[in-house]
């Protein structure tokens, strides 16, 4: 009997459990493996100021929690670390497995731009395609070089692009009422 033979190796989150704890983020899209540094201090700041503010917000209206860079498990082949999530309570219930990681799609994703064009890339196409395929209802791409936030928003079953704010613009969503943001101060 013949074996397909393939020159690809997938990747599984058991692999995850052999690497060593170094710094580095590991993440698997589609079986393939994604190795990361830690990010630029920019990078980190922006994380920073989102979640304070979606923490602020989340803790004046009791709706939610935003936790920075949790893990994701969506499969065996699919477990990642997006930069920032927020999870409604009701929702949050039924996504923590036993480990403490996330299992389904948070509410809200936010990834902030990385340095290179592989990590723009990635969070461009291949998260953007992975949040909307698992059920991610409003996906954020901050880009601190450029000083703006691309919106995605869940509509017929699909993630699009509704709105790019710049540094003058303000960000809220329907998804988390009473909640603005404005964008110069995710980078001041």
């Known amino acids: 009997m013949n074996l ?15 690497f060593p704890d170094n710094g580095n983020r590991y993440e698997i899209i589609d079986g393939e493996l994604f190795v ?13 100021r989102i979640i304070i503010a979606l923490g ?11 936790v920075p860079a949790p893990g994701v498990i969506f ?8 930069d920032v999530v927020w999870a409604s309570n009701d929702r949050l219930s039924v996504l923590l497995d036993e480990a403490g990681h996330l299992t389904a799609a948070p509410e ?40 703006q936030v691309e919106v995605y928003r869940r509509e017929q079953a ?11 613009d303000e960000l809220n969503s329907p998804l988390l009422p009473g909640f603005t943001c404005a964008i110069a101060s995710l980078f001041a």
């Open 56 to 66: 602020l917000w989340s803790q004046n209206t009791g709706l939610g929690e935003v």
């Open 75 to 82: 499969s065996d082949t699919d477990a990642v670390i997006p």
């Open 36 to 48: 990361t540094r830690a990010p630029h201090w920019k990078h980190q700041k922006a994380c920073a």
């Open 108 to 147: 809200l994703v936010v990834e902030v731009l990385s340095s290179g064009s592989e990590n723009e890339k990635r969070d461009r196409e291949l998260k953007l395609k992975l949040y909307s395929a698992r059920g991610v209802r409003e996906y954020w791409i901050v880009d601190w070089r450029k000083q």
């Open 4 to 18: 397909p033979i393939t020159d690809r190796v997938i990747w599984t989150t058991a692999d995850l459990e052999l």
């Open 158 to 168: 699909v993630l699009n692009l509704v709105a790019t704010l710049m540094s003058g």
